[in-house]
């Protein structure tokens, strides 16, 4: 938990940076009039997939009203709800519903907030580009275990998969694995994050990110012919999509609440539109 | 007198502290690791593999890992550091000396993250390049990066022992017509080899202890690494990994296993080094 924090902290600080010099020009403040007058923090942490909207909403509320503290960490899915549930958190983010068990033990509130479809993403120097629900299931068993075989360089494949509390992993898994087995040589990242960085670094590896994580330093892959973009995964021809929820617990501060009101307006949800992910409203 | 006894008693409160917190440890995590050794898990800790979904909690590939990685880190960093100790205590005590030591006394301080950037920025594409094979995410890599993190706290023991050897010894090689590598064989090898140990212990400790590096560069894959070129897990990496699951969960509980290995595994370490010292019975063991 510190450790993701911790990765999440330096890779946040390091988007931050990166992101000073492209601010958008200006942003309607009617949006964000409930948060005039109101003081405190806002911790929020968990789904890593949520991260790039959740950045860019705290920075445009924390820029209205400089008496707002937001703090953002990854985690994971079911760290996010753990978290949330246990007070450590306002927010917990989350790229699965939560269980029915996870949501009586800690009496949760759940939000939708957008749909988010799961790519499949090689090193852009890698000639695949497509595979097949059975390649793909082959890739991620270790049957297949070199490029050549999919018509590719003849190099041994990289498999790159997530812990067991992320959320991104159960949806892959369920929807693009058909919940099968995963070898046990598979690398693992912590975050979605890590995951992009890692395939962008290894021209030999194949991982799975969320598409709103999706820039020029991966390739996405198409699955049995259909490329994960936004209209394929808005209408449901590209199979392999979430919801991405926030939890928080019953009793949460309503500026915590406030947050997530703002991330459901349309200025909110034109975030999502604007990082890759398609908006519930 | 009086304000002697006091002292006493403030310094033997703060040692019980300390042994009672180490204790407390090891007991918090005994009791909370319990459900995993009475579930009848025990065994399958060490035979099974690591898969959550079919319900094994196996860590035989973490102990593999976390042993594999410190001792090969050993291997590069021992002769790295006693030649780079050699260097700043017995050939070159001067100003070159000085600059060394003072490199290595900074090199301390640097965080390991720091090590894991660096490393999978150079490091992971490099050996990726020059051996073909796999990710260059591998156990090399990690014992790489762990041998530069842990010798510098090698070097300075190393050197500080060195440095202990009486001057009339080195005066006596001297007048004896011995050269420098003479007297290091002869004399100061052989009175500071406790030093020595207490580095290496140390070192090994720091190594089967760091988190970050492996986490970030050995790649984190569960199966048995079958060479070291392979991906693998450690015990710290494992517990960095899980920790986000339920807390009521087996997966959770047996890290509780994990952390107990560690500590075992430090304990015999630290025991056998001391073992070692008594045995030979002199000396305070710095």
């Known amino acids: ?281 | 007198m009086r304000k002697e006894i006091l002292v006493e008693k403030i310094l033997f409160v703060t040692a019980a502290g300390s042994v009672f917190a180490t204790a407390g440890v090891f007991l918090f995590m005994f009791y909370l690791g319990l459900p995993v050794i009475t579930g009848g898990h025990l065994g399958d800790l060490f035979t099974s593999p690591w898969a959550p979904e079919q319900g094994l909690y196996g860590i035989r590939s973490m102990v593999a890992g976390s042993l594999l990685i410190s001792i090969l880190s050993l291997v590069f960093a021992f002769p790295l550091s006693l030649g780079c100790s050699i260097f700043i205590a017995v050939l070159n005590p001067g100003k070159m000396g000085w600059i060394l030591k003072r490199t290595v006394q900074f090199m301390t301080g640097i965080p390991t993250v720091v090590y894991g950037f660096v490393g999978i920025f150079l490091l992971v594409p490099l050996i990726r390049n020059l051996f073909e094979y796999g990710s260059g995410m591998s156990i090399l890599t990690a014992a790489f990066l762990l041998a530069i993190l842990i010798t510098p706290t090698m070097v300075l023991i190393f050197s500080e022992s060195f440095r202990r050897v009486p001057v009339s010894y080195l005066d006596a090689v001297k007048a004896l017509g011995g050269n420098p590598v003479q007297a290091f064989i002869h004399v100061i090898l052989p009175y500071s080899w406790q030093g020595i140990i207490a580095g290496l212990v140390l070192a090994v400790g720091r190594a089967m202890g760091d988190t970050m590096i492996s986490l970030m560069v050995a790649g984190n894959s569960v199966g048995l690494p079958r060479s070291i070129l392979d991906s693998g897990r450690t015990l710290t990496g494992h517990i960095g990994l899980i920790i986000a699951a339920d807390f009521d969960s087996l997966e959770f509980k047996s890290l509780f296993a994990c952390g107990m290995i560690l500590y075992v595994f430090t304990a015999l370490i630290v025991t056998t080094a001391r073992g070692l010292h008594y045995r030979k019975g002199a000396g305070s063991f710095k």
Request: no cysteine; glycine share 12%.
């Open chain 1, 1 to 281: 938990m510190k450790l993701n924090t911790t990765i999440f902290g330096i890779s946040l600080f390091l988007l931050l940076v990166s992101g000073l010099s492209a601010q958008p020009a200006a942003v309607s403040t009617s949006s964000l009039e409930p948060f005039s007058g109101e003081k405190g923090t806002v911790r929020i942490s968990g789904g890593t997939a949520h991260i790039p909207v959740m950045r860019e909403a705290a920075s445009r509320i924390m820029k209205f009203n400089r008496d707002i503290r937001i703090t953002i960490a990854g985690g994971g899915s079911g760290a996010g709800i753990r978290q949330v549930g246990e007070g450590l958190v306002d927010i917990g983010n989350s790229g699965r519903m939560a269980t029915e068990a996870e949501i009586s033990k800690y009496d949760l509130r759940i939000f939708e907030l957008a749909v988010d479809g799961v790519a499949v993403v090689v090193n852009p120097r890698n000639p695949v580009k497509a595979l097949s629900s059975p390649e793909l299931r082959g890739i991620y068993s270790g049957k297949i275990s070199n490029w050549k075989e999919l018509g590719g360089n003849d190099k041994q494949i990289t498999v790159y998969t997530r812990d067991n509390s992320s959320g991104t992993r159960a949806v892959f898994w369920d929807k693009a694995l058909n919940r099968s087995m995963i070898t046990d040589r598979a690398h693992f990242a912590v975050s979605n994050g890590a995951m992009k960085a890692a395939v962008s670094q290894d021209p030999n590896g194949i991982g799975y990110i969320s598409a709103g994580h999706i820039d020029r330093s991966v390739s996405p892959v198409a699955l049995d012919g259909i490329l994960p973009g936004l209209e394929n995964i808005k209408s449901g021809t590209y199979p392999v999509s979430r919801i991405l929820y926030a939890n928080t617990r019953s009793n949460s501060r309503a500026l915590a609440l406030k947050f997530v009101d703002y991330l459901l307006t349309g200025e909110g949800q034109d975030l999502f539109a604007e990082k890759g992910f398609i908006p519930v409203r």
